[in-house]
DNA sequence: GTGAAAGCGCTAACAG
DNA sequence: CTGTTAGCGCTTTCAC
């Protein structure tokens, strides 16, 4: 898509070529320009644009001058002509699949203190809430409405890696393909999934359920995988009735699969979930139908949010490093940004398996 | 949290400007400009222009004409001069204090799905990643950056409706001022608090305590106010060391602030606490020091996030309409920007009181 | 129906 | 040190 956006606010959006500016901070929408202080303060434009930006080459008093007929005026850059002109927003982008999903928060933390930290500004786009996906939010970056964007959105990665989207300034987090030379940061799930399995085969469970999210995601097949391999590595043939996919990571998903689990005649005595948020729906699923965590069955999660210490039993989890994944993209992009053509590497972070009292 | 996405189906997207950058892989970061296309297809940069908004008075030939040649130079449209020229960016901001905090989650879809509706990107900000606060997002709106604002941080509400913001078109959400004329949207705190201490009441509960967050807020004093008064008209004198005042609305602020009202000699039977969030934790605290709910010491919390029913035991709470609450806000924004001048209401939504086991 | 040209507000040469 | 000037890429009269 491109143009014929609805434009629903009609020509109503009355440009309202305002008025002479008082000297006052009232800017109904008009605004001050840069031209009206310089008159001001008696000197050209020039000067006051490097007062503004701070070069050095500027007499005090000059200086003075300015910054008084700023003060007084109340003005503020247009931000939209200084980008035009520098040809860059200073504003970066970063996409979640659901921000209710609190195991983005503390990635998006790390994220934004980067970001802020070497004078950008981070805004944050729901891509879950636009299922349409008319609209991508790759376009504001096409249409240099920001200068760069950090995805963590599996199905909007892949979508991207998809499309020959890779020439954009862009890294993918947590969902990533080595293959395609888009940078990115992860941790290795492979690894992580075997370690939570591990943990609950020296539990001594036998019977272990997968509840996942789509194994069309790339770490949702390598999660799967490193089950698997867990498994057999143990002697133990899968069962593929103690597997399920889910196409959301939302409690009320993980309560209902981990029901379902349970109807079967021989059911698993242990679950590992990809997500502590469907680990915790699957508790209460489990509840739900009279087993009780670990006694009856137990359960693994994966992330290790803060809620997970505080549910009761406490989760058994795998911690992913989200505010390190989080600073981590961040710079990958700053970095690709600074040098565009610079090979940006991929990179994978640690994760640790957090044993509390589910498993 | 609502469901995330299902995998999207690849690449299938817009039927209208899909183009192969294949054919003009030049994005040197310089990008395309309009006069390229225009030349390209043999026209003047108007035309192109003309075309790309979708104006009446082309020739279909002609229009057809710039159609292709866009499709072939993969040409996207340089935001930053459109908004330059038509002085706006057609860019909503909502800060929230907090993108873990589930609250806000569902506010965010109902805002961002109007915004959608009417042509305008949401983009997120988590003002609580910025403690610092030396660089208000509101400067976003002054800057230009931005056409309007929402905002659902108290602490920011504040600070702007003390500062002489209210000239900027932004709309308060849950945190409010009736008396600053700041378009607003929000639900009657001081009844939501009396309904929640009322149904404790009708259980047979008289030292209740109050888990609240900082006075300094006004939905704090006005939740703490219909606490004093429903206690004072059930002919209970309210005890000061029932009331703690937190911070933070962490899980554990609220595990170490409930474990800390137990330990006093008459400690309260049951607790409202003005957060799910705040509840959550509060059960997770009473668990740590013996309690148990609701037999020992009965819980309410307030929001009723989608976590309220999972938790063990499910959170009897006071529900907020968040995600009317969102889309009124977006719509009060909409009509602010739409007229400057008009005088936008406040507005009240109902709330209910959901009962769980937790009390 | 289409083109030429005038800026939107700002920064960055280039002169003085 | 400071001013003049030329655009950044786009939309929009105003002519033709």
Redesign the interface.
């Known amino acids: 898509?491109?143009?014929?956006?609805?434009?629903?606010?009609p020509a109503?959006?009355s440009?309202?070529r305002r008025s002479p500016p008082e000297a006052q901070?009232?800017?109904?929408?008009g605004?001050l320009s840069i031209a009206q202080v310089a008159e001001q303060a008696g000197v050209s434009v020039a000067t006051v644009s490097r007062v503004l930006n701070g070069h050095e080459n500027v007499r005090p008093a000059t200086r003075d001058k300015v910054l008084a007929a700023v003060d007084a005026s109340g003005y503020?850059?247009?931000?939209?002509?200084r980008?035009?002109r520098t040809?860059e927003?200073r504003?970066l982008?970063t996409m979640v699949?659901?921000?209710?999903?609190?195991f983005?928060?503390?990635i998006?933390?790390g994220i934004?203190?980067v970001a802020?930290q070497h004078g950008y500004?981070?805004?944050?786009?729901?891509?879950?809430?636009?299922?349409g996906?008319?609209?991508?939010?790759f376009?504001?970056l096409?249409?240099?409405?920001a200068d760069g964007a950090i995805c963590l959105?599996p199905?909007?990665i892949?979508?991207a890696l998809?499309?020959?989207s890779s020439?954009l300034p862009w890294v993918a987090c947590c969902e990533f393909d080595p293959a395609t030379g888009v940078p990115y940061v992860g941790i290795d799930n492979y690894r992580a999934a075997g370690d939570a399995v591990r943990h609950l085969l020296a539990r001594g469970h036998r019977r272990i359920g997968l509840i996942n999210s789509?194994v069309?995601?790339l770490y949702a097949r390598q999660r799967q995988q490193g089950y698997l391999d867990a498994l057999t590595e143990a002697g133990i043939t899968p069962d593929e009735r103690w597997r399920m996919n889910l196409?959301?990571?939302?409690?009320?998903?993980g309560?209902s699969a981990a029901a379902l689990l349970m109807q079967q005649p021989h059911a698993p005595s242990a679950i590992f979930a990809v997500s502590d948020?469907l680990a915790?729906?699957v508790?209460?699923g489990l509840?739900s139908v009279g087993k009780r965590v670990p006694d009856d069955v137990a359960v693994v999660g994966f992330d290790d949010i803060?809620?997970a210490?505080?549910?009761?039993p406490p989760l058994t989890t795998i911690a992913q490093p989200m505010r390190e994944l989080g600073e981590t993209a961040a710079r990958l992009l700053l970095q690709r940004l600074a040098n565009?053509l610079a090979n940006v590497p991929g990179v994978l972070l640690p994760h640790r398996l957090v044993i509390r009292r589910s498993a």
């Open positions: 898509m491109s143009k014929s956006l609805p434009k629903a606010a109503s959006s440009p309202t901070p009232s800017h109904p929408a605004g503020r850059v247009n931000e939209l002509a980008n035009l040809a927003s504003l982008l699949p659901d921000v209710g999903n609190p983005y928060a503390e998006v933390r934004d203190s802020r500004f981070m805004l944050l786009c729901d891509t879950g809430a636009d299922p996906r008319e609209r991508s939010y376009d504001l096409r249409r240099r409405r959105d199905a909007t892949q979508q998809g499309e020959a020439a789509d069309d995601y196409n959301s990571l939302d409690y009320e998903a309560a948020t915790i729906g508790i209460h509840r803060s809620l210490a505080q549910i009761d565009p």
